[in-house]
């Protein structure tokens, strides 16, 4: 191969995966041409093949696809086979789609059976939401997907003849196919054809959760208010020629009550206007979801015939991302909304038990809590987009600081408003999915929606480079977070799916670290899904192996001592008061007029919440050196790590592209991503003042970020550097304002122990 031609491939390829694909046309035209470069012109073939099918050019991919059928290797003829078919039946689809008044119309056409079998034999190529191909084939095989840029590689090597599945789960044919083409195969493991129901689930903690719920919520709602009139009366009472409003000092605890309860009652139609007026919620008839799944309308007919309800409202979201939600305060008035990506990136028995787990929220009550929460949080969180807008617009800085700081106290109130149902929205998830799992006899298509749902959400916040408003503010009630979906939908590439999720499943401490998660560990789901279908004598779609755990308790010790040190703190406060007591008895010291109002106890809390703190940082940011620092080659095994925990504080240095939101926004770096080659990673930066260059100025360009990664529920690394080509550097000093943390409740609580 010239070398002038290897730089270009690898560049066509490298756009190809990240989207830019007019870009890596123009790189793999000239290459596909040449007559000189076999390996490289087959290479550039395959990637033209991609790049003209997800641009809406489907003659000129079927051309090339027709080519390569014609080519003297068998993987790469059965590969040009599938994709020509796929993409003939695109063409014809497209044609069809201009008759349909509704205009959502899928990229997969539904399978024309109507009774609930397993899929048929005959692979199929299916495009999905990332930037390769990929193909779904009913076999006992299962291979990890392999990044487009190792199809170089590949094809230098003689491809073996085609070969019988090895008795495990994993062939040397779809091995090689794996390695060529960036591909995903799923196992297509069966569904029950006749089963057994599951025992009963015990409702009662779901049931108090809910209940709980609602008082939480009710309960930050109405200190928020308390604080605001508040405030809004101490303002008036300094300002000149003004008097406080008397109707403000009430209290509001039983007309809020009233209020929220009537709001659980109208939510169905508040939230139609609602998403109606601000995502272009539409109505979604159930013929033209007949059309994208058949096996769907008849779940929703069934249970509902069975159940004595009417059929569910169905609505639809024009987005891209893979989401689905339920609202409503009784049966009779539900709403399931899908997007309009779940429908095209999900096959037909995928989408119908994706409705199942919306039945099994409306069966178990726990959506007219969730409603209520949406109901309230959705305007909330518009307000917020609303002054962030509003912010970008002015260009003095002197203005633009009040309106920066009134939207970072919104989404604030946003969060404390979704942090009230944290606990509800993971526990529903399990009830929701052994609901579906039951209703359909598939838990096996459940676990591969839930993958390809998590694949897609992570394309599309690729595609976009920053978390649109709608995965932000409706993520509560999807049924994957769209955090949790950065890692687990890009590193298939480079990562099977069982070593990734293995952490969410072996490691003891795990549950931990979900306290402030919306979405319980997908792993933990997943492996639930997995028991049900060993049940039902069913093959699993993914194959756990049962990892040992090599965590030290002292690790997790360390981990957790700040919040360690809070109850330490109330045994030395009840040590300080046995003290004081005896010497009062003995007469040898009177501390009363400092101890009488028992104040010394919050001392002593801060007290214990700063040693921990500071015996923590040492191993929380370690020296990053040179010689031990991890590259992006070394992610996957980091993720893959079942026993890792966020205090291992692995030194990184990673290469790729800052994503998130520019503007007011993200004033507090809560939406920053890198793409790296090994895929998505959430960053947590602390803006330094005084620093000339802004973190969001480097949104959108290649960087260098040097940091600690940290492996928890939700992977991410903690930045210390990003860096440009240009030399241009932020720091991020999460070690100074740990230490100033520290400080700060130390001096606190010695004042607030010395002084009562």
Not at 207 to 212: D, E, H, I, K, P
Not at 368 to 387: D, E, N
Request: hydrophobic share 45%.
């Amino acid at each position: 191969m010239p070398s002038h031609t290897k730089p270009s491939l690898e560049a066509g390829l490298v756009a190809l995966k990240q989207g830019n694909y007019q870009t890596a046309i123009a790189q793999l035209e000239p290459i596909a041409s040449s007559q000189n470069n076999g390996t490289a012109s087959l290479q550039a073939q395959v990637g033209l093949v991609m790049a003209y099918a997800r641009t809406g050019e489907v003659p000129k991919a079927i051309a090339i696809s027709q080519n390569l059928i014609e080519i003297n290797n068998p993987q790469v003829q059965e590969w040009a086979t599938r994709a020509l078919e796929h993409l003939t039946k695109r063409k014809k689809s497209d044609q069809e789609s201009k008759k349909v008044e509704t205009g959502f119309v899928a990229f997969e056409n539904s399978t024309p059976d109507s009774t609930p079998v397993t899929p048929p034999e005959t692979p199929t190529l299916e495009e999905k939401p990332n930037n390769d191909q990929v193909i779904e084939t009913k076999s006992d095989d299962i291979a990890p997907m392999v990044p487009l840029a190792r199809l170089k590689a590949t094809l230098a090597t003689p491809l073996p003849p085609p070969a019988a599945p090895l008795s495990g789960f994993m062939g040397s044919v779809t091995r090689t196919q794996a390695k060529l083409f960036g591909v995903i195969y799923w196992r297509q493991a069966q569904r029950a054809r006749a089963w057994q129901p599951l025992r009963k689930p015990k409702l009662i903690p779901l049931r108090l959760l809910s209940a709980g719920t609602f008082i939480a919520l009710f309960w930050v709602i109405r200190e928020i208010l308390k604080l605001a009139l508040g405030f809004i009366n101490q303002t008036l009472v300094k300002l000149p020629y003004l008097e406080p409003i008397q109707l403000l000092y009430r209290d509001p605890t039983q007309l809020l009550l009233i209020v929220l309860v009537i709001l659980i009652g109208v939510s169905p139609w508040l939230l139609d206007l609602l998403l109606a007026n601000l995502y272009g919620q539409r109505e979604f008839p159930k013929d033209v979801l007949n059309t994208h799944s058949r096996e769907a309308v008849r779940v929703l007919q069934r249970c509902c015939q069975q159940r004595h309800w009417p059929l569910p409202k169905l609505r639809i979201l024009p987005t891209a991302a893979p989401i689905i939600l339920t609202y409503g305060s009784l049966p009779r008035n539900a709403r399931i909304v899908v997007s309009q990506g779940l429908l095209e990136q999900l096959a037909d028995d995928e989408i119908a038990v994706i409705y199942a787990t919306q039945l099994g929220h409306i069966a178990h009550w726990d959506f007219a809590v969730m409603s209520l929460l949406l109901l309230v949080t959705l305007p909330t969180h518009q307000l917020y987009q609303q002054v962030s807008e509003l912010g970008d617009k002015i260009l003095a800085k002197i203005w633009r600081w009040p309106v920066t700081i009134l939207a970072s106290l919104i989404y604030g109130v946003w969060c404390l408003l979704t942090g009230s149902a944290l606990w509800l929205s993971r526990l529903r998830l399990y009830y929701s999915d052994r609901v579906a799992a039951e209703i359909t006899g598939n838990p096996n298509a459940l676990i591969r929606a839930l993958l390809k749902i998590a694949i897609g959400i992570a394309a599309d916040i690729q595609k976009q480079e920053h978390t649109s408003w709608q995965l932000e503010s409706l993520n509560l009630l999807t049924p994957i977070s769209y955090q949790q979906s950065l890692s687990l939908g890009t590193i298939a590439s480079n990562l099977s799916f069982e070593s990734f999720l293995n952490w969410d499943i072996a490691n003891p401490y795990r549950r931990w670290f979900t306290i402030n998660n919306s979405h319980p560990l997908m792993g933990d789901r997943l492996e639930r899904l997995c028991q049900i279908a060993r049940h039902w004598h069913l093959d699993t779609e993914l194959h756990f192996a049962s990892v040992p755990s090599k965590v030290k308790r002292q690790s997790f010790l360390l981990q957790v001592a700040p919040w360690l040190g809070i109850p330490l703190g109330v045994l030395f406060a009840a040590f300080v008061w046995l003290t004081w007591q005896l010497a009062f008895t003995l007469k040898f010291l009177n501390l009363k007029w400092i101890y009488e109002d028992w104040s010394f106890i919050t001392g002593c809390l801060l007290i214990g919440f700063s040693i921990g703190t500071v015996m923590r940082i040492n191993s929380f940011f370690p020296d990053i050196k040179p010689a031990t620092v991890q590259t992006d080659d070394s992610l996957p095994n980091l993720l893959a790590d079942p026993s890792a925990l966020p205090i291992d504080s692995v030194s990184v240095r990673l290469v790729g592209k800052l994503l998130g939101r520019q503007g007011t926004s993200n004033t507090l770096a809560q939406d920053l991503i890198l793409q790296s080659s090994a895929g998505l990673v959430k960053l947590h930066h602390i803006s330094w003042l005084g620093q000339s260059v802004n973190h969001q100025d480097l949104i959108g360009r290649q960087i260098i970020v040097t940091g600690w990664f940290r492996r928890g529920a939700t992977p991410w690394i903690d930045i210390q550097t990003l860096e440009t080509q240009s030399g241009k550097t932020i720091h991020s000093p999460h070690p100074i304002w740990s230490t100033f943390l520290a400080v700060a409740a130390q001096a606190w609580g010695a004042y607030v122990f010395l002084t009562g």
